[in-house]
T-cell receptor, first 112, second 115 residues
Framework: DAKTTQPPSMDCAEGRAANLPCNHS???????VYWYRQIHSQGPQYIIH???NNETNEMASLIITEDRKSSTLILPHATLRDTAVYYC?????????????FGQGTTLQVKP | DVKVTQSSRYLVKRTGEKVFLECVQD?????MFWYRQDPGLGLRLIYF???????EKGDIPEGYSVSREKKERFSLILESASTNQTSMYLC??????????????FGDGTRLSIL
């Protein structure tokens, strides 16, 4: 599975959009990009995933560049409850293992 | 919503004890996973199971075993607990990984301390 690179920390003002970048320059054609977040003392929470098209759900939007070497998770109106560690993961969608490899993630601090 | 329930949030055991961590999911998922999470090391896969009575070693299986007698339940067993097994343990489940729109869903974890 390809490796990802994320900034260790970011701040965002409450009510503003939070844009979290992720580099995955060695991604293969059949690898999906997944985003999870982990709020302190809880298990990781699935947010969104995609292959090459942009995706949107009730939590966030995922923008994947045309060459698929990077992506951005967008939380459109960040709240204090969005303060968490955000993980960008790539994995093969058809892998029998299906294991997720979590890196160090980005600690997002949403400030009032 | 998918619900993955781990039997204990916090657990304290002694060195040498046999420890059982239980995980139950309510979505009829084929795949279930056990990870441990340690500061600076991220999540590491211990074991996974893709069907009842089937199991596969993950990256760090030493000192652990698993049991999957029913589809909804996946147990992690520490045969003889040691202090280096003090960690946060996370269970996850998902449909078969060929189902591309179906991610893994996690429980809230069990924080295990071995004294």
């Amino acid at each position: 599975d390809a490796k990802t690179t994320q900034p260790p920390s970011m701040d965002c003002a409450e009510g503003r959009a939070a844009n979290l970048p992720c580099n995955h320059s060695t991604i293969s054609g059949n690898e999906y990009v997944y985003w999870y977040r982990q709020i302190h003392s809880q298990g990781p929470q699935y947010i969104i995933h995609g292959l090459k098209n942009n995706e949107t759900n009730e939590m966030a939007s995922l923008i994947i560049t045309e060459d698929r070497k990077s992506s951005t998770l967008i939380l459109p109106h960040a709240t204090l409850r969005d303060t968490a560690v955000y993980y960008c993961i790539v994995r093969v969608g058809s892998s029998n293992t299906g294991k997720l490899i979590f890196g160090q993630g980005t600690t997002l601090q949403v400030k009032p | 919503d998918v619900k993955v329930t781990q039997s204990s949030r916090y657990l304290v055991k002694r060195t040498g004890e046999k420890v059982f961590l239980e995980c139950v999911q309510d979505m009829d998922h084929e795949n279930m996973f056990w990870y441990r999470q340690d500061p600076g090391l991220g999540l590491r896969l211990i074991y996974f199971s893709y069907d009842v009575k089937m199991k596969e070693k993950g990256d760090i299986p030493e000192g652990y075993s698993v049991s999957r007698e029913k589809k909804e339940r996946f147990s992690l067993i520490l045969e003889s607990a040691s202090t280096n097994q003090t960690s946060m343990y996370l269970c996850a489940s998902s449909p078969p990984t060929g189902s591309l729109k179906q991610p893994q869903h996690f429980g809230d974890g069990t924080r295990l301390s071995i004294l």
